[in-house]
């Protein structure tokens, strides 16, 4: 929580840290070598806190952050695989971007970056809240308006240690994706194609520590890309009820997903194994609430309650550890 606690089994980055990356300052920009891109955020913002949730961990091979104070990514957009540089330099985004999709991520990069939320349309009712969002003042929330992307590695989290959902999404994305575009170097993957996750040997999920359930969830994702991806233009609420459509698929994960894909500030990740303990020790003291009573201490927020959430993961105002960290199963061991 705010880089100073980690839950004993946290199933989210946003869990984990309130969706933080912690991104170098910004220095003088390289050569421009693929296409390129200005933008200047009408308020400040924060590159770390924006884009934070999009990283699957330390060694995600799709995100990384360099010492130039620049935010690398690569998406499987619906022009083909493409990869995204992009800095903040006073106050302007410098973005960068490689491969057949690098046009439509440069076209998407104020919605990236937040363009489309309004954080003003959070009025904060605890002094806790109020405290954050004066100290978070960069905070946006994201819309890539891709699904499959987010929905993925969501569906790997279900039920399982942080370690061990970054360690099968590390894997996977490395045997099955192929080298992203642009300059040598930058060691970014592409995620696979819907058809190959279809394709992946129910051994290659084993090895990976994905038990079939989960793989038996994707599969049935990717069956259907071309809908979950028109979810990323609904209505929030419409775009869950798509997701949940194929079993397997519960709130908890298409909300992390809407939250990334859609940029929803609404959309509560309901069913967490952390978050309604510190909703709850943070907003009334008290660390067995449930998600009844989480989704009552923010209904003042209602319309913001993902970002209410995300203030107090980054408040690090969390339950003291009571019990040691659960221990990460080996499935592949089995």
Do not use: C
């Amino acid at each position: 929580m705010a880089g100073r606690f980690t839950p004993p089994t946290s199933t989210t980055r946003t869990t984990v840290r309130g969706g933080h990356v912690p991104v170098p300052a910004a220095r003088t920009p390289g050569p421009v070598s693929g296409a390129a891109r200005r933008w200047t955020p009408a308020a400040p913002t924060d590159l770390g806190l924006t884009l934070g949730p999009l990283r699957r961990g330390p060694a995600d091979p799709t995100f990384r952050t360099t010492p130039d104070g620049s935010v690398w990514r690569s998406a499987r957009t619906p022009e083909g695989p493409g990869t995204l540089r992009v800095a903040l330099r006073q106050g302007t985004a410098e973005a960068e971007a490689w491969g057949p999709g690098a046009d439509w991520l440069l076209g998407r990069l104020p919605q990236l970056l937040g363009a489309d939320d309004d954080p003003e349309a959070f009025a904060p009712r605890h002094r806790l809240l109020a405290a954050t969002h004066r100290a978070r003042p960069g905070l946006r929330l994201t819309r890539t308006g891709l699904v499959l992307e987010s929905l993925i590695p969501s569906i790997l989290e279900q039920k399982v240690t942080t370690d061990e959902a970054y360690r099968a999404w590390r894997l996977l994305v490395r045997k099955y994706g192929e080298p992203a575009p642009g300059p040598e170097g930058h060691r970014l993957h592409v995620m696979p194609d819907a058809r190959t996750w279809s394709l992946i040997p129910s051994w290659e999920w084993h090895r990976a520590g994905v038990d079939n359930k989960r793989a038996a969830t994707i599969l049935r994702a990717v069956k259907v890309a071309r809908r979950m991806e028109e979810a990323a233009a609904m209505e929030p609420e419409l775009a869950q009820q798509r997701l949940e459509l194929i079993p397997g698929i519960g709130p908890w994960t298409s909300a992390e997903t809407i939250q990334r894909s859609n940029g929803a500030p609404d959309a509560v990740s309901v069913g967490d194994y952390h978050l309604p303990s510190i909703v709850g020790y943070a907003l009334a003291g008290d660390r067995t609430t449930d998600d009844a009573a989480m989704l009552e201490l923010l209904a003042p927020y209602a319309g913001q309650r993902h970002r209410a959430a995300r203030l107090i993961l980054l408040s690090g105002r969390v339950p003291p550890r009571r019990a040691p960290r659960m221990t990460p199963g080996n499935i592949a061991a089995l």
